[in-house]
T-cell receptor
Framework: GAVVSQHPSRVICKSGTSVKIECRSLDFQATTMFWYRQFPKQSLMLMATSNEGSKATYEQGVEKDKFLINHASLTLSTLTVTSAHPEDSSFYIC?????????????????FGEGSWLTVV | DAKTTQPPSMDCAEGRAANLPCNHSTISGNEYVYWYRQIHSQGPQYIIHGLKNNETNEMASLIITEDRKSSTLILPHATLRDTAVYYCIVREEDDYKLSFGAGTTVTVRA
């Protein structure tokens, strides 16, 4: 299957600092990427939709000024957690959708990254 | 507002077929059934999807009832590495925002 890579896989940061998580689609160009958050023993919750070259669309209840999303290229989206607090500690997962012109990967299938564990101390 | 209903957990024996049910009684005509699984501490992995015909790939088979109100994911020969949370998701072809329910926690036992 297609590879979507996240970096870092684990990060620990101090309360009040900002941390950036990268999501790269290695096998296809992704016009749309998605960011999810998952707390222990819970399901994935969609945070925002990231579109290349435009502003992200945030789900209700997600603070756009706290979770900054940049989708600067067709293969890279970044999530920056600003002024992180311990309650932001979570598993952050991105997913990507191949463009409809991709000849190898179906634009109907969403591929997920490996996830990034964020711990705020 | 969950669109799918799955049993919270199930056990199966290694080497046997695992049949995972999913109810989606309110599915509309243009909604697909997708299955993903999430192994502990990893991102979800795509398994299979279908609209109304049964589908099979190297990982699993998907059986969709004629009225499309339910489906079954079949892992033909479960291994210990198939232990994971399995998510059944319905979505329209042009809606790429996946909504995850609680899924079914499948434990494969030796």
């Amino acid at each position: 299957g297609a590879v979507v890579s996240q970096h870092p896989s684990r990060v620990i940061c101090k309360s009040g600092t900002s941390v950036k998580i990268e999501c790269r689609s290695l096998d296809f160009q992704a016009t749309t990427m998605f960011w999810y958050r998952q707390f222990p023993k819970q399901s994935l919750m969609l945070m925002a939709t990231s579109n290349e070259g435009s502003k992200a669309t945030y789900e209700q209840g997600v603070e756009k000024d706290k979770f900054l999303i940049n989708h600067a290229s067709l293969t890279l989206s970044t999530l920056t957690v600003t002024s992180a607090h311990p309650e932001d500690s979570s598993f952050y997962i991105c997913s990507a959708r191949p463009g409809t012109a991709d000849l190898v990967f179906s634009g109907n299938t969403i591929y997920f990254g490996e996830g990034s564990w964020l711990t705020v101390v | 507002d969950a669109k799918t209903t799955q049993p919270p957990s199930m056990d199966c024996a290694e080497g046997r077929a695992a049949n995972l049910p999913c109810n989606h009684s309110t599915i509309s005509g243009n909604e697909y059934v997708y299955w993903y699984r999430q192994i502990h501490s990893q991102g979800p992995q795509y398994i299979i999807h279908g609209l109304k015909n049964n589908e099979t790939n190297e990982m699993a088979s998907l059986i969709i009832t004629e009225d499309r109100k339910s489906s079954t994911l079949i892992l033909p020969h479960a291994t210990l590495r198939d232990t994971a949370v399995y998510y059944c998701i319905v979505r329209e072809e042009d809606d790429y925002k996946l909504s995850f329910g609680a899924g079914t926690t499948v434990t494969v036992r030796a």
